[in-house]
Nanobody, 124 residues
Framework: QVHLVESGGGLVQDGGALRLSCAASGRTFSSYVMGWFRQAPGKEREFVAAINWSGSSTRYTDSVKGRFTISRDNAKNTVFLQMNSLKPDDTAVYYC?????????????????WGQGTQVTVSS
C-alpha cells in the first residue's frame, strides 16, 4: 500500500508559478514511477507528467512541455511538479499518482495509487 498526500495548490494569476509536492509513505517509494494527473471541471482526468524511479527519465503531455517540470527526491519520498507560466486552462484539481508502469501506460484506470488531489486555480 502507498499513501500519497499532495500540497502546494492555490490561486495564482495568469503567468504565475506554483510548486506542487506529493509526499509518499508505505511501500518502497523509489520502486514506483510517479506522476501527476489533473481534472478540470466537467472534464476527464488527464495525464500531465511522469518520472521514473531514478529521475533520469520524464514524460509530459504536450500542453505543459517547457512550462512544467517534474522531479523527485527519493531520500524524502517526495515528488514535485514545478509549474511556470501558468494559464487559466491549467485550472484543475491535480492528483499525484504512483504506478510501476506509468511511463508506458498512462491510462487513468491503470494507476495503482492516487492522492486526494490539490486545487490549482489560475485567474485571467
Amino acid at each position: 500500500q502507498v499513501h500519497l498526500v499532495e500540497s502546494g495548490g492555490g490561486l495564482v494569476q495568469d503567468g504565475g508559478a506554483l510548486r506542487l509536492s506529493c509526499a509518499a509513505s508505505g511501500r518502497t517509494f523509489s520502486s514506483y514511477v510517479m506522476g501527476w494527473f489533473r481534472q478540470a471541471p466537467g472534464k476527464e482526468r488527464e495525464f500531465v507528467a511522469a518520472i521514473n524511479w531514478s529521475g533520469s527519465s520524464t514524460r509530459y503531455t504536450d500542453s505543459v512541455k517547457g512550462r512544467f517540470t517534474i522531479s523527485r527526491d527519493n531520500a524524502k519520498n517526495t515528488v514535485f511538479l514545478q509549474m511556470n507560466s501558468l494559464k487559466p486552462d491549467d485550472t484543475a484539481v491535480y492528483y499525484c499518482a504512483a504506478d510501476p508502469n506509468l511511463m508506458g501506460d498512462r491510462r487513468v484506470d491503470a494507476v495503482d495509487y492516487w492522492g486526494q488531489g490539490t486545487q490549482v486555480t489560475v485567474s485571467s
